[in-house]
């Protein structure tokens, strides 16, 4: 019997010149063979050729699979490093820092978000007089307390540098705020404790020189608010963000959800955990009071950053 090469329309020449004795099980031995693959073999063989073909496309498949399962593992795991490391490598300055609207400066360092001012009021004060600002800023005492007495000194530019934590996060051993500034506000002014001096001198009479804001200036013309910044609250609310101290916590005024809060509502370092505006997951933050201690309890919640001039 013969049989078509399955590339040629005729028999090929080989078939009549190239007899084989098929030896396999079953087979006549009559059958032509042609010698150059593809050979001819019944349908209940293969050729190892064609074996050797199959096996290799079925581990080509897998090799293929292989690989890009691999990639597809890797990228994942980048792109969950980078989803992770994300708040540590990012430039971008959250936008909650951007309300300091007095900063000259604010950039990222780090781990630190980076606050340069001039710590200069940007409201009228009578601290303005003699000074090179005094046509516009000056303002004669006009406040509430019958006892206000001037103090000496007056107002100058500063190059304040405060490098607080981007990722504020308490620390047990609550470090003791310093005399000098110990936070910023948002219009560049700095926060004091609520002491007048070492050793923990009570601000009873140093009172009587806040001006109609509550601020007054320190020897060397630093402008500073032990207590409320009227000023701020008055065009922000009672209840919005102030600023921020030292260790990356904010400050809130003296309301919050409508309502007034008291010494006796915050911990002892004159703060509680919830929800603001501006922090909608919660996030620790101090309040402003009209009583001592005003902003800043036993120490700071955190640990705090540095802060430079």
């Given amino acids: 019997m013969a049989f078509f090469h399955p590339s040629m329309d005729v028999y090929p020449s080989s078939f009549t010149k190239n007899k084989a004795t098929c030896r396999h099980k079953g087979l006549r031995n009559d059958v032509f063979v042609d010698p150059s693959p593809p050979f001819f073999l019944p349908r209940n063989l293969s050729s190892p050729i064609t074996v050797y073909r199959s096996k290799l496309m079925r ?125 910023v506000a948002l219009n560049g002014v700095a926060f004091y404790n609520q002491y007048a001096g070492p050793n923990n001198q009570q601000l009873t009479s140093e009172i009587n020189s806040f001006d109609q804001y509550d601020g007054h200036p320190q020897q060397q013309g630093q402008y500073h608010y032990h207590v409320e910044p009227y000023y701020l609250t008055a065009n922000s609310g009672e209840d919005a963000l102030l600023g921020f101290l030292l260790d990356g916590f904010p400050v809130y ?42 902003i800043n309890g036993n120490g700071y919640y955190g640990t705090a950053g540095t802060v430079s001039q």
């Fill in 253 to 294: 005024g003296p309301k919050e959800n409508g309502q007034t809060v008291n010494d006796n509502d915050l911990d002892e370092f004159h703060g509680h955990t919830g929800v603001t505006a501006d922090y909608p997951d919660g996030i620790y933050h101090y309040h402003i009071t009209a009583t001592d201690p005003y």
């Fill in 59 to 183: 581990m080509r498949k897998l090799a293929f699979l292989w690989m890009a399962l691999t990639f597809v593992v890797v990228s994942c795991k980048k792109e969950t490093d980078d989803n992770d490391n994300n708040s540590n490598t990012s430039t971008e300055v959250p936008a909650v820092y951007k309300k300091i609207y007095g900063a000259t400066d604010i950039y990222i360092e780090g781990d630190y978000v980076v606050i340069k001012t001039k710590g200069r009021p940007d409201h009228k004060s009578p601290y303005y007089k003699d000074t090179q600002w005094e046509s516009s800023l000056y303002e004669a005492y006009n406040g509430n307390n019958s006892a206000f007495a001037i103090n000496p000194n007056r107002i100058s530019e500063q190059n304040m540098t405060y490098k607080i934590p981007r990722n504020p996060a308490v620390n047990a051993n609550h470090e003791a705020t310093p005399l000098g500034a110990m936070g």
